[in-house]
């Protein structure tokens, strides 16, 4: 009895842990939204697109698309499984036609200045990035329509989809974060600003990895 007594005070710090780590994570990614959407000014050039695009992609709409799942901060945690994975799947074709977009635009500034593409750590990581997504988007459509799920097991399926999924992820917010180091951004914020819009995508994707994680681990515990 005592003992149950003791761990009660510490299964609520814990779970009020991971509600307080869940609101976070849907706060840093719309803040850090809105405030690259402040700092581009969409529609001034054909550059002010593509860093918009891609903070809704990896910050946004990726982040939103992996909280569905979250069984303490997601907003959709009395609909059923299946509710959850069609609007998770939409959530990630947002963010894979954000980064295709943002992408484009800018191939084509480039283009347009005559400069050459990806030379940079940012670039190459966006474009794996966004190959990542891709690949990632059109492996989980098995998951959406079983019928296609030939031969593999679901389950083992989930578990390659969650795997690879956490890699896109962080490839996101490692792009997200070489994207804060180049030369317009840098220019255009404060070295103390800089490093608190830098915390954002590192935060998230460590709350994140701990999600999935944590989810692969229980589901090991159930089955084990």
């Known amino acids: 009895m005592a003992q149950n007594k003791e761990s009660e005070p510490e299964s609520r710090l814990y779970a009020f842990t991971r509600v307080a780590s869940a609101m976070l994570t849907h706060f840093l990614g719309v803040a850090l ?55 998770h799947w ?19 500034n480039k283009h347009l200045q005559g400069k050459p593409h990806f030379t940079s750590w940012h670039g190459l990581i966006g474009l794996l990035t966004v190959c990542a997504v891709g690949v990632q988007s059109a ?19 989930k578990r390659y989809h969650a795997a690879s999924g956490l890699v896109a992820y962080l490839l996101g917010a490692v792009s997200l974060l070489l994207g804060m180091s180049s030369v317009w951004f840098t220019a255009s914020v404060s070295d103390g600003v800089w490093y608190l819009v830098a915390l954002c995508p590192t935060i998230c994707g460590l709350i994140v990895m701990n999600q999935v994680t944590s989810a692969y681990v229980a589901k090991k515990r159930l089955q084990s």
């Open 33 to 87: 939204t809105v405030f690259v959407a402040v700092l581009a000014r969409p529609g001034t050039s054909w550059f002010s697109w593509h860093p918009l695009l891609m903070t809704l992609a990896f910050s946004l709409f990726m982040t939103e698309a992996i909280l569905v799942f979250s069984p303490h901060g997601s907003p959709m945690r009395r609909f059923s499984h299946k509710v959850k994975v069609r609007v």
């Open 139 to 157: 492996a989980a459509l098995p998951l959406v329509y079983h019928s296609l799920a030939k031969g593999w097991s679901l389950a083992k399926l």
């Open 90 to 108: 939409l959530l990630q074709c947002a963010c894979l036609l954000c980064a295709v977009l943002g992408l484009a635009a800018i191939l084509y």
